[in-house]
């Protein structure tokens, strides 16, 4: 079975604009995923070469970023091929995987920000246990053990949206998502199912959410009684509450936009705010964290300095 996405017939002049400028938003797009690599590659590069960086801190940034690269490659191969394509298919075992994908990179980002969040915890209200509880083995078991959770959580919503029979093979977003494939159903009654669990698993990261803002309670009463807690927060935690606040506006903007329904917006604009999540947080997170963790923004200065010193050399 396939699944095409098209335009609604009062969209085809949209289409027709968009046809006239696809080779335009294709070197665009194809150059927004290029810098999404580099940026991600870039520091899980420096950080697994430097000893120095083989901290719990750092290794969640690096699991960040791996999250990162996987969820982008769920999406932006396929749309850069629809974007030289004349006809936009896609298989439906295709679009559940990249249903499955999507969700899974979202859902993790979730769990990665919720123990990062711990980590700060431990290290500014009780920094003598922070090694003991926070060692480097522990950290890489539990970053493995959240993003697989989270992957069987996705995957059983991904089973039961499987099990649908469709009656429509048209698609109203660049890339498929779980609530949509659930309303192309034959029969409406069968999503029950469906929309009980998915309701489960907004309930799981909700109260992932709920913890984040626990922690940082606990963290900020901390702080306001040591300059060098407030120094500490500055330095470690603000980078980690701005990629939070641009991952968690990126979602609502785009949850709400799709569950109130957007049909007299704009085809750019919806397609804008449906792609927000898989742009502004893969290029944002490692641009804040390179620049405002010392350890990382000082290696990054080193590796440019020596390229500088070997290119001068020739």
């Known amino acids: 079975m396939l699944l095409l996405s098209v335009p609604d017939r009062g969209e085809r002049r949209t289409e027709t604009r968009y046809s006239d400028h696809r080779f335009v938003l294709f070197f665009l797009s194809l150059l927004c995923y290029c810098i999404i690599c580099l940026l991600n590659v870039s520091l899980i590069v420096i950080i697994i070469l430097d000893s120095n960086l083989h901290e719990s801190m750092y290794i969640l940034l690096c699991v960040f970023c791996m999250n990162a690269l996987y969820g982008t490659a769920g999406f932006f191969p396929k749309f ?19 249903t ?8 993790g980002e979730l769990s990665i920000l919720a123990l990062m969040a711990y ?13 003991s ?18 992957f069987c959580i996705v995957a059983v919503n991904t089973f ?10 048209y698609l109203s977003r660049l890339f498929c998502v779980n609530w949509s494939i659930v309303q192309l159903a034959c029969f409406p009654a069968q999503t029950i199912v469906n929309g009980i669990f998915a309701n489960i698993t907004i309930i799981i990261y909700l109260l992932h959410g709920v913890f984040i803002v626990w922690s940082y309670m606990y963290i900020i009463q901390t702080c306001v009684k040591s300059i060098e807690n407030r120094a500490k927060f500055m330095q470690t935690c603000v980078p ?15 949850v709400i936009s799709m569950r109130l329904g957007s049909k007299e917006l704009p085809r750019t604009l919806q397609n804008f705010i449906a792609l927000e999540f898989l742009v502004i947080p893969p290029i944002m997170n490692p641009l804040i964290y390179g620049f405002k963790l010392t350890k990382i923004r000082k ?3 080193s590796v440019m300095w020596q390229h500088y010193q070997s290119v001068n050399l020739f």
């Open 160 to 169: 039961l949206t499987s099990r649908l029979k469709l009656c429509s093979p």
């Open 80 to 98: 850069l091929w629809d974007l030289l394509s004349d006809v936009h298919l896609i298989s439906y075992y295709g679009c559940l995987i990249q």
């Open 119 to 131: 980590d700060r915890y431990v290290a500014i209200c009780q920094p003598l246990k922070y090694h």
């Open 133 to 150: 509880i926070m060692s480097k083995q522990r950290v890489i078991r539990f970053a493995c053990f959240l993003w697989f959770t989270t």
């Open 100 to 107: 499955q994908v999507i969700y899974s990179f979202v859902c």
């Open 240 to 254: 980690h509450l701005v990629s939070l606040f641009t991952f968690v506006v990126a979602i609502l903007t785009d």
């Open 299 to 301: 290696k990054l200065y």
